[in-house]
């Protein structure tokens, strides 16, 4: 054997064995975590999870439950164990939230007035008596205002520190989702965030319970 051919064997062979050192070495590596995009997930207002965001899709909470979509199978939640309803879903059970207001803001003589195409839902000048239903418990209605979403109240301000949001659903048990700079979040009737907008997208509360949409990381992966 030649001297030549003698080092192209020992190269060769030292070569195979710092591949098998990589292959050992990389067996014992934790496998990286697995990041799942866009799945729901439910929420209590100090925002801790009750179910974490496994799912593929989510309705707000109601007297019946919600109605989820996980692994291909639409199903109903109990919200109280938080897991499948003896319920059956029903041919109209959607598992996603209503869609935003399309009742807008007009001006009136005294503050804004509320519009839902050509009916007038609200008018402060009129002062009416009692307040259409578009107004929450908490005397605060959610409408479009130009490309954004307000809240006004009885007297046709606009309300929560007289700030228009992105997007907005009305008010329901004592908390509003609002997105800002493309998250979303709850405030209180004050406009104060109670919990922060870090979530991809939000539904609303009931009896303590709301859906939230968030990249989650699967450690199981």
């Not at 109209?92 to 195409?117: F, R």
């Not at 418990?137 to 130009?146: R, S, T, V, W």
Request: a positive charge; aromatic letters at 10%.
């Amino acid at each position: 054997m030649d001297f030549k051919t003698k080092m192209a064997r020992q190269q060769t062979a030292q070569w195979a064995l710092s591949m098998l050192a990589v292959v050992a070495i990389s067996g014992c590596l934790p496998k990286p975590q697995a990041t799942v995009a866009g799945k729901w997930g439910y929420i209590n207002k100090t925002g801790q999870w009750v179910a974490l965001p496994q799912l593929d899709a989510a309705s707000n909470f109601g007297p019946k439950g919600a109605i989820v979509f996980q692994n291909k199978h639409l199903m109903r939640l109990n919200q109280e164990t938080m897991k499948e309803s003896d319920i059956p879903v029903g041919p109209d059970d959607k598992a996603e939230l209503p869609a935003l207001p399309t009742a807008y803001c007009a001006e009136s003589e005294k503050g804004y007035k509320i519009m839902e195409g050509e009916t007038v839902l609200f008018d402060p000048a009129q002062k009416p008596e009692e307040l259409p239903p578009i107004f929450a418990e908490n005397g605060l209605a959610c409408a479009k205002f130009g490309t954004q979403y307000a809240f006004i109240d009885k007297d046709g301000k606009i309300a929560v520190g007289g700030r228009p949001f992105a997007e907005a659903r009305p008010f329901q048990d004592g908390r509003a989702a609002v997105k800002m700079e493309g998250k979303c979040g709850f405030i209180n009737k004050k406009g104060n965030f109670v919990i922060p907008p870090k979530y991809l997208d939000a539904g609303s509360f009931y009896g303590g319970v709301a859906p939230v949409k968030e990249k989650w990381v699967d450690p199981n992966q």
